[in-house]
T-cell receptor
Framework: DADVTQTPRNRITKTGKRIMLECSQTKGHDRMYWYRQDPGLGLRLIYYSFDVKDINKGEISDGYSVSRQAQAKFSLSLESAIPNQTALYFC????????????FGSGTQLSVL | ELKVEQNPLFLSMQEGKNYTIYCNYSTTSDRLYWYRQDPGKSLESLFVLLSNGAVKQEGRLMASLDTKARLSTLHITAAVHDLSATYFCAVDKTGTASKLTFGTGTRLQVTL
């Protein structure tokens, strides 16, 4: 079983709809992240959380919100989806060791029509 | 604003050849990561470089970090087809590994 699980894997929605992407992890890590990947742009950080009570904006948080329901769960919401939010979304975790490397989920491909 | 630039963006090379991917970044940092992404897949960590002069090797890949030049390299030795993937470098400007800025990626294609 995957350590970082994202649902759904693919989603097509219409402009203006609210949508939630979910992420759960079994790695026991406190830190969780949401990134989006666009062709030719690499990955950009949307939100990150160091624990259940700590939520921080990343570089592109406008139009998104998050909820950290438990140490293992971190969800990303698009309140009113727009076409330029079409992208591949990754959830990731990291532990607080000096290395701090990220462990990624399989991604959610979101298309907003 | 931290900028991370990789070059080349696309690299086609024959099996058995050597090549280097470059990662330049614009502000001071002594923490740099390399990740690999196979087509349609997630990213996996390759190397974590935590100090100036750090060098790490795994198989045919070797990564190094020069913090004074703000440059990291990923060297491929005697490429094989299985190395075909997109390679990303990412820089941590906070020192806490909490906010990585990724490069745009280098798509490597190793031909038989």
């Amino acid at each position: 079983d995957a350590d970082v699980t994202q649902t759904p894997r693919n989603r097509i929605t219409k402009t203006g709809k609210r949508i939630m992407l979910e992420c759960s992890q079994t790695k026991g890590h406190d830190r969780m992240y949401w990134y989006r990947q666009d062709p030719g742009l690499g990955l950009r950080l949307i939100y990150y959380s160091f624990d259940v009570k700590d939520i921080n904006k990343g570089e592109i948080s406008d139009g998104y919100s998050v909820s950290r329901q438990a140490q293992a769960k971190f969800s990303l919401s698009l309140e009113s989806a727009i076409p330029n939010q079409t992208a591949l979304y990754f959830c990731a975790t990291s532990d607080p060791t000096p290395e701090g490397k990220l462990f990624f989920g399989s991604g959610t491909q979101l298309s907003v029509l | 604003e931290l900028k991370v630039e990789q070059n080349p963006l696309f690299l086609s090379m024959q099996e058995g050849k050597n090549y280097t991917i470059y990662c330049n970044y614009s502000t001071t940092s002594d923490r740099l990561y390399w990740y690999r992404q196979d087509p349609g897949k997630s990213l996996e960590s390759l190397f974590v470089l935590l100090s100036n002069g750090a060098v790490k090797q795994e198989g045919r890949l070797m990564a190094s970090l020069d913090t004074k030049a703000r440059l990291s390299t990923l060297h491929i030795t005697a490429a094989v087809h299985d190395l075909s993937a997109t390679y990303f470098c990412a820089v941590d400007k906070t020192g806490t590994a909490s906010k990585l800025t990724f490069g745009t990626g280098t798509r490597l294609q190793v031909t038989l």
